[in-house]
């Protein structure tokens, strides 16, 4: 069930108006547990019993590793969770990966084992919840939280439906305290949550949506395209649709929350404005980036602070990212490719630094920061080439034509894709001031929901009327879901 | 919260639909090819009976020009070209309704292997325009995919929705409107000689582009969609079912396609319309190479010239179109 569809829309409705008429606090949860099985039945079927293993499994490994008298003992339980959820997600995103990549490392060595691929269907989400459910285990063995009594709170933090299949990751930590009382829906929180909502849906459907039509078109064969100017269009406007796609998935999620009085942490905070790509994942998927600080990288240089521990943890901590985002070796590289920007970035702190004075450029913060923004914005977008395309010959192609600038026939490259793809590049330019504009003006969504009904009212009729004009007439997936 | 304040989200879904409708509701620019689709549709309740109408997809659109065939006979009936480039015979089959409507005294439908192929001629979007005008038989709805079948059914508050689609390029294409290469039907044309491509391709050009597999592919008759062949034969056995004469005319194809189209491919679609024609029994006009290639602009239309010298041998007599 998609956020931007019909029946989302009704089980929304039906959600929020039972939790208007029914204010007893146990009800209210049944039902919102009921809800959230019911809206991952709906895209998964069977395969919600997942949701189920995963649920039971934590909550009595965290039980168990609270109670545990040993070390020994807590560490047997703390595999048990950690084997059972990473074990589901191998097993359900990275057998055919596994079998492929057998496949092609036999056939470099003269081998063809031919393995064959397992029909396996990925579980929407599984990503996400499998990391959240650990998240609780793990806190328990850090002894930074202690279990809930409940499983029907602890079921209902894993399958809570606005955050179960695209994220925010949210820790126990953070919303198992707001389980306890019973939820009322307050006018703020209905303002502001509506607001967010619809700020979110707009930039799923309107931007996102728009442009995935001229990304797909694009990044089916960009050898087509002789020239540099369309690779990097092509490849600015797949950061913008990613970006729009997936934060508005979290703004979406965020807001649903919030309605029913839930607060969940900020998952963007304006990336494109980072100044440096460790500044970047501070500030993109920040549940993640943190989940993997706190619980691979923390781990990793617990053993004491060297520089060869330190550079080894963050590659990683970026390989593994790689490897969350998708079954391939491209996200691999990807992730990979970020820790390596991140260590060059520490690497030649100090070398930059005094380059910026040797150049006078620091005597201009703003330009300085300016080229900072604009550079590390080049690395991610070149990145996201590797990203998106997973085809080995059109990667090279792709990233060859976005580092060694060809400008020739620019003009003509340009003018021919501009009548085709108007409407995309259309939003290409619309984001991108609004994007600044939101930058400068920070908490425009909140400010809404601050105002008045009336002023409240006129945004909500204006986003729905973005919608009504501007969203494409085909529902897109997503772009997360995948993951 | 108390339940009146949903009165506010409501209150803005109901503005922002009222403002959405109402100008939805007038709004009808539905690109180059949609908006000439509409002209034909409503043309069908407007045509004298008896007139002869040339229906198809862009080979009729460009090849016929009916005021030279109309100042030629002097004494024929009304003679429309409704060719709309991107028609299959699919397309112009969910129409058989209206056209028997119309009362023509002729149906003329002008078809190359191309106007099998689903690849190339393909806009969707005519499924929607006449949605409100096209009741599918029960035999064509078997073959519609469910994609087609939702565009085909939509009622009136779905169509004003789908139109979103069109509402974004149009008011964009002011900007670009002077570059732009999209042909537009000259206005005030009653659908009589809508002639519009203009930029003539050398025979360099054209033999670079057959070397594209896609473009090729086009002509591969055997492997267009089954559907479109029944279609076809669905909408010339109704037309001829209803007592109005049919006329299959195979369109001039320029000379540089025989050279590099594989004989065979060619050979089975020859095969399937003239068997097909005996079968339903239409009149079946082969003028697939009487043209050389002076008079194309491409590969399968032709230029003013040509189509002013097909249109005359129309209506000469030459050709036994009419």
Not at chain 2, 51 to 78: A, H, M, N, Y
Not at chain 2, 88 to 114: E, H, M, N, Y
Not at chain 2, 201 to 214: R, V
């Amino acid at each position: 069930m998609l956020f931007n569809s019909v029946p989302f829309l009704y089980f929304a409705v039906v959600v929020l108006l039972f939790l208007l008429i029914v204010k007893t606090r146990k009800y209210q949860y049944l039902f919102l547990l009921f809800a959230s099985y019911f809206f991952y039945y709906f895209s998964s079927g069977p395969l919600v019993v997942l949701l189920l293993f995963s649920s039971l499994l934590d909550f009595f490994c965290g039980k168990a590793i609270h109670d545990s008298k040993s070390d020994k003992n807590r560490k047997w339980y703390l595999a048990v969770s950690l084997i059972g959820n990473l074990g589901v997600l191998a097993f359900f995103k990275y057998t055919n990966f596994a079998i492929k990549t057998t496949n092609m490392v036999a056939s470099w060595f003269g081998n063809d084992p031919h393995l064959p691929l397992a029909h396996i269907i990925l579980p929407i989400g599984i990503s996400f919840f499998t990391f959240q459910t650990m998240s609780y285990t793990l806190d328990i063995y850090f002894r930074k939280l202690k279990p809930t009594d409940s499983f029907l709170r602890f079921a209902l933090y894993v399958s809570f439906f606005p955050q179960l299949v695209a994220g925010p990751i949210i820790r126990a930590s953070d919303l198992l305290p707001q389980l306890d009382k019973p939820i009322t829906i307050t006018q703020e929180n209905f303002k502001h949550g509506m607001a967010l909502v619809m700020w979110g849906l707009v930039k799923k459907m309107v931007i996102a949506d728009n442009i995935a039509a001229f990304v797909n078109v694009f990044f089916a064969d960009p050898t087509a395209y002789p020239g540099s100017i369309p690779i990097i269009v092509g490849a600015i406007a797949f950061t913008i649709q990613v970006y729009c796609d997936f934060s508005g998935y979290s703004d979406v999620a965020i807001g649903l929350a919030r309605i029913m009085g839930f607060h969940f942490p900020l998952n963007f905070d304006k990336p494109f404005f980072s100044k440096t790509i460790a500044e970047f994942w501070k500030r993109w998927h920040i549940s993640l980036s943190t989940w993997f600080r706190d619980y691979l990288f923390m781990p990793l240089m617990r053993k004491g602070f060297t520089k060869t521990r330190l550079y080894i943890s963050v590659l990683i901590v970026y390989f593994t990212s790689g490897l969350w985002h998708g079954a391939g070796w491209n996200f691999v590289i990807w992730g990979t490719l970020h820790g390596v920007f991140l260590l060059i970035g520490m690497a030649t702190r100090d070398w930059r630094q005094r380059l910026a004075v040797k150049t006078k450029l620091s005597s201009f913060p703003r330009f300085h920061n300016l080229i900072k923004t604009l550079f590390t914005l080049y690395l991610f977008v070149l990145s996201l080439l590797i990203f998106r395309l997973y085809d080995p010959s059109y990667i090279l192609y792709a990233v060859k034509k976005f580092i060694f600038v060809d400008f020739s026939g620019w003009s003509a490259q340009l003018g021919s894709l501009l009548p085709q793809f108007q409407v995309p590049l259309f939003f290409v330019i619309v984001f991108m001031i609004i994007h600044t504009l939101t930058y400068f003006k920070r908490g425009f969504v909140s400010s809404v929901a601050q105002k008045g009904y009336f002023e409240w009212t006129i945004y909500l009729t204006g986003m729905c009327l973005l919608l009504y004009f501007f969203s494409p007439t085909q529902t897109v997936q997503f772009f997360y879901f995948q993951f | 919260m108390n339940l009146k304040y949903l009165f506010f989200p409501l209150l803005a879904v109901l503005l922002s639909t009222g403002l959405y409708c109402s100008f939805a509701y007038n709004f009808s620019q539905f690109g180059a090819q949609g908006n000439h689709f509409v002209e034909v549709l409503h043309l069908y309740a407007e045509v004298p009976d008896g007139s002869i109408l040339f229906v198809g997809d862009s080979q009729i659109r460009e090849d016929v020009d009916c005021t030279v065939i109309e100042d030629l006979l002097k004494d024929s009936p009304p003679c429309f070209n409704l060719g709309v480039a991107g028609m299959r015979p699919f397309q112009v089959a969910l129409q058989k309704d209206l056209i028997i409507s119309a009362r023509p005294s002729k149906v003329v439908i002008g078809i190359t292997p191309a106007s099998f192929d689903e690849t190339i001629n393909q806009n969707d979007d005519f499924f929607m325009l006449m949605s409100s005008s096209v009741t599918p038989s029960s035999y064509l709805l078997e073959r519609l995919d469910s994609d087609e079948l939702e565009l085909i059914s939509m009622n009136r508050f779905q169509r004003l929705l789908y139109k979103r689609k069109f509402i974004l390029p149009y008011f964009l294409s002011f900007l670009h409107r002077s570059s732009s290469s999209e042909a537009v039907v000259p206005a005030g044309n009653n659908l009589k000689n809508p002639h519009q491509f203009e930029d003539i391709q050398s025979a360099e050009e054209l033999e670079q582009k057959l070397q594209d597999p896609k473009v090729l592919g086009i002509f591969s008759f055997g492997d267009h969609p089954r559907r479109e062949r029944e279609a076809f034969a669905y909408l010339t056995a109704s037309l001829k079912a209803e007592g109005i004469e049919v006329v299959v005319v195979q369109m001039p194809m320029n000379p540089i396609t025989f050279n590099v189209v594989p004989a065979d491919s060619l050979q089975q679609y020859n095969d399937y319309i003239q068997g097909l024609s005996e079968i339903i029994g239409f009149r079946l006009v082969n003028i697939e190479t009487d043209f050389s290639a002076e008079y194309f602009t491409d590969l399968t239309h032709l230029n003013r010239e040509g189509s002013r010298l097909l249109s005359e041998r129309i209506a000469r007599g030459e050709y036994d179109v009419i």
